[in-house]
C-alpha cells in the first residue's frame, strides 16, 4: 500500500495532501478509487489537477499492457534452451530446458536430483561458455564431482569452466531471498554494461529451505513460499533465465504415485516438472540408472520416460546453440 | 467517474462493439450447460488443481477469438491479465500455427495484435492495473473478453498481510472484484478467471465456513475460499480434473455449471498439438 506523500508525483503538493488526508484518502488506491468530482467538491480542489494526478499515479503503479505482437517478437529474440548434459534428458524437456521457466526435478533421496543439477552447471559452463548461479542449501555441492566431470578436457579449460559456476550456500528461505535479490541486482547492471551472461540458476533444493516453514495453522509459511515462487518466476521472465529447482516427493498412502512435496500451491508454481527414480532392478547392488519420467510440461504429452546414467557424467561438449 | 473517461463513440465503433458482443456465442458451446453462452455481463470461473488443462483451455479459447473470420475465429480482441507468469507465448503461437489455413509470420502477427498482456505482481497492483485498463475497453471497442489468470495467485500473501482481520486480508480482492463487476456490465464484456484448487474439501461439510447448498460442490472438490464478493459475481462455475483411466490417451473432464439455473454438464477433452479437443 503506498501511501500518498508530497512529491510522489508531480503536481501533488503538500497542501493537496493534507486536504486529502481530511478525507481520509492516505493511499494511492483510495485516490484512484474514489469518485474525483465528489473530492473536487469535498476539498475544494481543481477537478483537472485531480485528474492529472489520478493519471500520472496509475502509469506510474499500475502494470502497462503489452501488445500479443511486439512481445512474440521479444521472446523469439530472447528465449534460448539449455542443455541440460544428457542427450536423453534434452529429448524429454523438448531439447533442453527453456529459459522464461521454471523446471522441476523430483525424486526421492538419492534418485540423482544432485546428479543431473551438477551435470547442467558442467555442461552449460562448458559447452555454452556461460555463467551459472548454484544455489545450493543442502550441502550436497561437491566441487570434486564436477571436476570429476570435466576430466576430458584441458586444465585450462576445466579451470575457466569452474570459475563460471558460482556457488552459493544458503541454509534458510532468508538467505534464499537475499542471494536472489544479490542475483536481481548484478543482472539489473548486467543489463546496462554487458558484463558476463548469465542464463541459468540451478536451486537444490527448494524444499530444504521451505520444509521447516509449513505445517501448523499459520498461513505466514505459504505466503512467504508464495513470494519465494513469484520472486523465481519473475527473474526467469524478466530476464529471460532457466530455473531450476529440485524437490523432494511424497506420496497420497503407502502405494499412491508419487506427487511433488510442498503441496498444491507450490505445485501450480513449475512449467515443467520430470521425476527421477531408481531403475528397479533384481539385484541387490546399488546401480547408477535412472528413470527420468515427465510429470508436467507445457509443450509435451505427460508420461514420457527415459533412461538416464548418472554415474559417468562424462559431459561432451554439445553443439553450440 | 466512467464518463469523464468515455469519448462519444461514433456509429461505426458501436456497431463493432455488438458485433462483438453477439459473436461470443459460438466461443465454444461444449464449455457451457446452456446454450447461448456466454454472453456479455457474464463471470465464468475455471476451477482445479494443477495440471488439468485450465490454461490450455484458455489458449483453446484465446485462439478462437483472435483468428480472423476468415480463418474461422471471431476476430474479436482478447485481454489477458497474467498473474502468475504462467502465460507461453510459444505454445499459443504453436496452436495459432496448427489451427490456421496459412501459417505465415504476417498472419500469426496479425492474430497476434489482437492479444494484449498484462503481468501483475500483487494484488495492489492488480487493482491499479484494472483502473487504468477501464481507457483501453473505451479505446478498443472489439475488446470483448478479458481473462485473469488466476485470480488467486495472491491468496496467501494478501491473508499473510491482512493479519488477524478476514476483512483487511480480502481487502484488495473485494475491490478487485467489485470494479471487475463494474468493468464487466459497463464495457459488456465477458470474464474468464481461472482460481487454484489450494485447500483440501474438508471431510465434515458442517464444518466448512461456506456450506455447499449446490449439488455439484459435493462432487468435486471444491471449497470456496475467495471472498463473498467474487463468489457471488460468478455466473458459471467449470471444474477442471483429470480422468483416472487405464488408457494411455490422457483426457480430462469439464463440468460445467451454470449457478443461477443450477445445470450441470459433464464433458470431456483432450489436449493435442493443436490445443483443446472435445
Known amino acids: 500500500m503506498v501511501v500518498l506523500r508530497a512529491g510522489l508525483c508531480p503536481g501533488l503538493t503538500e497542501e493537496m495532501i493534507q486536504l486529502l488526508r481530511a478525507n481520509s484518502i492516505q493511499t494511492v488506491v483510495d485516490f484512484v478509487s474514489s469518485d474525483l468530482e465528489d473530492i473536487a467538491q469535498k476539498c475544494s480542489l481543481s477537478y483537472k489537477a485531480l485528474v492529472a494526478v489520478r493519471r500520472v499515479l496509475l502509469a506510474q503503479f499500475s502494470a502497462f499492457p503489452a501488445n500479443g505482437a511486439d512481445l512474440y517478437e521479444e521472446i523469439k529474440s530472447s528465449t534460448a534452451i539449455l542443455p541440460t548434459g544428457s542427450p536423453s534428458l534434452d529429448q524429454l524437456l523438448d531439447s533442453g530446458l527453456y529459459t522464461g521457466e521454471v523446471t522441476e526435478l523430483m525424486g526421492a533421496p538419492g534418485s540423482g536430483k544432485t546428479q543431473v543439477c551438477l551435470g547442467i552447471a558442467a555442461t552449460v559452463s562448458l559447452s555454452l561458455k556461460q555463467h551459472i548461479l548454484f544455489l545450493d542449501s543442502t550441502g550436497g555441492f561437491t566441487a570434486s564431482r564436477l571436476h570429476q566431470m570435466l576430466r576430458a578436457e584441458e586444465e585450462e579449460e576445466q579451470l575457466e569452466a569452474l570459475q563460471r559456476i558460482q556457488v552459493v550456500r544458503v541454509f534458510d528461505i532468508y538467505e534464499m531471498l537475499r542471494a536472489l535479490q544479490e542475483l536481481r541486482e548484478r543482472l539489473c547492471q548486467q543489463v546496462v554494461s554487458s558484463m558476463e551472461p548469465l542464463k541459468i540458476v540451478v536451486i537444490d533444493s527448494v524444499s530444504a529451505v521451505i520444509y521447516p516453514l509449513l505445517g501448523g495453522k499459520q498461513s505466514e509459511g505459504l505466503a512467504i513460499m508464495m513470494q519465494l515462487a513469484r520472486e523465481l518466476k519473475t527473474l526467469a521472465r524478466e530476464f529471460s533465465l532457466a530455473v531450476v529447482v529440485t524437490n523432494q516427493v511424497t506420496r497420497d498412502s503407502s502405494t499412491g504415485p508419487p506427487k511433488p512435496a510442498l503441496g498444491r500451491s507450490w505445485s501450480f508454481v513449475p512449467s515443467t516438472r520430470v521425476l527421477l527414480a531408481s531403475k528397479e532392478v533384481t539385484l541387490e547392488k546399488a546401480t547408477t540408472q535412472r528413470i527420468a519420467s515427465l510429470a508436467k510440461s507445457p509443450r509435451q504429452a505427460v508420461g514420457i520416460q527415459v533412461e538416464l546414467d548418472i554415474g559417468s557424467g562424462d559431459v561432451t561438449p554439445t553443439e553450440r546453440l | 467517474m466512467g464518463d469523464a473517461f468515455r469519448r462519444a463513440e461514433s456509429g461505426t465503433q458501436l456497431l463493432a462493439r455488438l458485433e462483438g458482443r453477439s459473436g461470443l456465442k459460438s466461443l465454444e458451446p461444449y464449455l457451457f450447460a446452456e446454450e447461448g453462452s456466454p454472453v456479455h455481463g457474464d463471470v465464468i470461473e475455471f476451477h482445479g488443481p494443477e495440471g488439468t488443462g485450465k490454461t490450455e483451455m484458455l489458449y483453446h479459447l484465446i485462439a478462437r477469438c483472435i483468428i480472423p473470420k476468415s480463418g474461422g475465429g471471431l476476430e474479436v480482441e482478447v485481454m489477458f491479465i497474467d498473474t502468475d507468469y504462467h502465460f507461453d507465448m510459444l505454445r499459443l503461437v504453436t496452436i495459432l500455427e496448427n489451427r490456421l489455413a496459412q501459417r505465415t509470420e504476417d498472419m500469426i502477427k496479425q492474430c497476434l495484435g489482437r492479444l494484449f498482456l498484462v503481468n501483475c505482481n500483487s494484488s495492489t497492483q492488480l487493482l491499479l492495473t484494472l483502473y487504468s485498463l477501464e ?144
Open chain 2, 135 to 278: 481507457n483501453m475497453f473505451c479505446i478498443h471497442p472489439s475488446l470483448c473478453l478479458l481473462i485473469i489468470d488466476s485470480i488467486s495467485a495472491f491468496y496467501w500473501i494478501d491473508r499473510s498481510n491482512g493479519g488477524e482481520s478476514l476483512t483487511l486480508q480480502e481487502r484488495n480482492l473485494k475491490k478487485c472484484a467489485n470494479f471487475l463487476e463494474k468493468l464487466v456490465s459497463e464495457h459488456h464484456l465477458a470474464l474468464f478467471a481461472t482460481t487454484q484448487t489450494l485447500m483440501q474439501k474438508s471431510a465434515n461439510s458442517a464444518e466448512s465456513f461456506f456450506p455447499s447448498k449446490l449439488p455439484h460442490e459435493t462432487d468435486t472438490d471444491y471449497r470456496p475460499y475467495l471472498c463473498k464478493a467474487w463468489q457471488q459475481m460468478v455466473t458459471h462455475r467449470v471444474f477442471f480434473s483429470k480422468q483416472c483411466n487405464s488408457g494411455n490417451s490422457k483426457r480430462f473432464t469439464v463440468t460445467s455449471c451454470h449457478l443461477k439455473r443450477n445445470h450441470v454438464v459433464k464433458r470431456s477433452f483432450s489436449i493435442a498439438e493443436c490445443g483443446v479437443q472435445f
